[in-house]
């Protein structure tokens, strides 16, 4: 059974920068898409970006393209969000999922094996 565990946020001040992992055990990454989302207090969960079994490609949500970067380390069993310049409404959950398969995979019922989640919280 895959799992997947993600590194812990925390309290990060607007315009700083946040960096989560999520570790991959029970398989091997490199056989597994893999995405963020986040649930913001009171709204569903989205999608802040992915990247795709090769790790030569990643896609974003409007909201954070163009200050985040998603990464992979198949030796490590282990994937990487990073976003830049933190706004207050980057609070929330971010959680990591990942699922089989060669395509892009933006939507939360696409992914099979989810993390707990860890909470971030931009300062205003």
């Known amino acids: 059974q895959v799992q997947l565990v993600e590194s812990r946020g925390g309290l990060v001040p607007t315009g700083g920068s946040l960096s989560l992992s999520c570790k991959v055990s029970?398989?091997?990454?490199?056989?597994?898409?893999a995405g963020w989302f986040r649930q913001a207090p009171g709204q569903e969960r989205e999608f802040v970006g992915g990247t795709i079994v090769t790790g030569y490609s990643t896609m974003f949500a409007d909201s954070v393209r163009g200050r985040s970067t998603v990464s992979r380390d198949n030796v490590e069993n282990t994937f990487y969000l990073q976003v830049n310049s933190l706004k207050p409404e980057d609070t929330g959950i971010y959680f990591c999922?990942?699922?089989?398969?060669?395509?892009?995979?933006?939507?939360?019922?696409?992914?099979?094996?989810w993390g707990p989640g860890t909470q971030v919280t931009v300062s205003s």
């Open positions: 999922a990942a699922r089989e398969g060669n395509g892009w995979y933006w939507k939360e019922a696409d992914y099979e094996y």
């Open positions: 029970g398989g091997t990454l490199n056989s597994l898409a």
